[in-house]
Nanobody
Framework: QVQLVQSGGGLVQAGGSLRLSCAAS????????IGWFRQAPGKEREFVAA????????YYGHSVTGRFTISRDNAKNTVYLQMNSLKPEDTAVYYC?????????????????WGQGTQVTVSS
């Protein structure tokens, strides 16, 4: 059974930083695409960033470009989302997701496995 286990998140002041982790159990990332999405109350799930595991290619949503960085650790089978210069509008539940076929998509329907979600709250 494949599980994506998220960690990190929490409460931070505006301008601060947080790092989210997404570790896979029951599956070793090889050709996957791993994405991060976020969902604020009353809003649709929004694409944040994605990485192609095999090529290392990265992709970012417009609202986080230049502030967030997605990366991977092959040995730990884990993807990270480093979030810097956080703003109150970054407040949301963040989800990681994986597509075993490696197709990087900016929409939730493109991903097969999902993490449990983690709350990120940025105070002003």
């Amino acid at each position: 059974q494949v599980q994506l286990v998220q960690s990190g998140g929490g409460l931070v002041q505006a301008g601060g930083s947080l790092r989210l982790s997404c570790a896979a159990s029951g599956r070793t990332f090889s050709s996957d695409a791993i994405g991060w999405f976020r969902q604020a109350p009353g809003k649709e799930r929004e694409f944040v960033a994605a990485i192609n595991w095999s090529s290392g290619g990265t992709y970012y949503g417009h609202s986080v470009t230049g502030r967030f960085t997605i990366s991977r650790d092959n040995a730990k089978n884990t993807v990270y989302l480093q979030m810097n210069s956080l703003k109150p509008e970054d407040t949301a539940v963040y989800y990681c997701a994986a597509d075993p076929l490696g197709v990087v998509a900016g929409v939730p329907d493109g991903y097969h496995y999902w993490g449990q979600g983690t709350q990120v709250t940025v105070s002003s």
